[in-house]
């Protein structure tokens, strides 16, 4: 079993930045492939960024330019940096785990983003 334990949320201006970070726990996550999830009220569970085991990146389109995710093996952990914030971007963000082997996923309890005019 994973846990995996998101931290950093908040509520920040536009155009302010926060950094989000994912601390796992239980399994060496070195080989998982990792993201970064986003749920906005009365909208579907949307991906932001992941990070395969290998280092290979994608952003939604969305937030191209804006964020950066990355990721530390030595610390189990991974982050996402978010700047130049939007309204938009104010949602739920959860951390996101995929077995390389299983493919069994596990997901964080989330942490708020809020992003005021």
């Known amino acids: 079993q994973v846990q995996l334990v998101e931290s950093g949320g908040g509520l920040v201006h536009s155009g302010g930045s926060l950094r989000l970070s994912c601390a796992a726990s239980?399994?060496?996550?070195?080989?998982?492939?990792m993201g970064w999830y986003r749920q906005a009220p009365g909208k579907q569970r949307e991906l932001v960024a992941d990070?395969?085991?290998?280092?290979?990146?994608n952003y939604a389109d969305s937030v191209k330019g804006r964020f950066t995710i990355s990721r530390d093996n030595a610390k189990n952990t991974m982050y996402l940096q978010m700047n130049n914030l939007k309204p938009e971007d104010t949602a739920v963000y959860f951390c996101?785990?995929?077995?390389?082997?299983?493919?069994?996923?596990?997901w964080g309890q989330g942490t708020l983003v809020t992003v005021s005019e």
């Open positions: 996101n785990a995929a077995s390389p082997i299983s493919q069994v996923e596990y």
């Open positions: 239980g399994k060496v996550i070195s080989y998982y492939a």
């Open positions: 990070i395969s085991g290998g280092g290979n990146i």
